[in-house]
């Protein structure tokens, strides 16, 4: 079974900087999108971001959710089987648990977010404040 292990949370100034990472381990299958997602205390869990991992194509298709667009940034290790999430420009409203999902059956485009993922990892909080 597909586990997912983030990291690289922590407190920051707004306006700064953190790379989350999504370590994957344990695939079953040739083709994965994995996502980030995000929930703030008292709202809705708001998908950040989405990239395809695949054994049979080196190319990748990623989505930025528009609320992020500008200052977020996806990408992938293949050799390290790790995603990762780099957010610039970091605002106080970025302040949430970020996760990272992983499933076979979705694809990155179009409705990503919106669709139900069978793998989770355990999150890792963001801070932003002053």
């Known amino acids: 079974q597909l586990q997912l292990v983030e990291s690289g949370g922590g407190p920051v100034l707004p306006g700064g900087s953190l790379r989350l990472a999504c370590a994957a381990s344990g695939f079953t299958e040739d083709f994965y999108t994995i996502s980030w997602f995000r929930q703030a205390p008292g709202k809705e869990r708001e998908g950040v971001s989405c990239?395809?991992?695949?054994?049979?194509?080196?190319?990748?298709?990623?989505v930025i959710a528009d609320s992020v667009k500008g200052r977020f940034s996806i990408s992938r290790n293949n050799a390290k089987n790790t995603v990762y999430l780099q957010m610039d420009s970091l605002k106080p409203e970025d302040t949430a648990v970020y996760f990272c999902a992983a499933d076979p059956l979705v694809l990155c485009q179009e409705g990503w977010n919106q669709v139900p993922y069978n793998n989770w990892g355990q999150g890792t909080q963001v801070t932003v404040s002053s």
């Open positions: 990239i395809t991992v695949s054994n049979i194509s080196s190319q990748a298709t990623t």
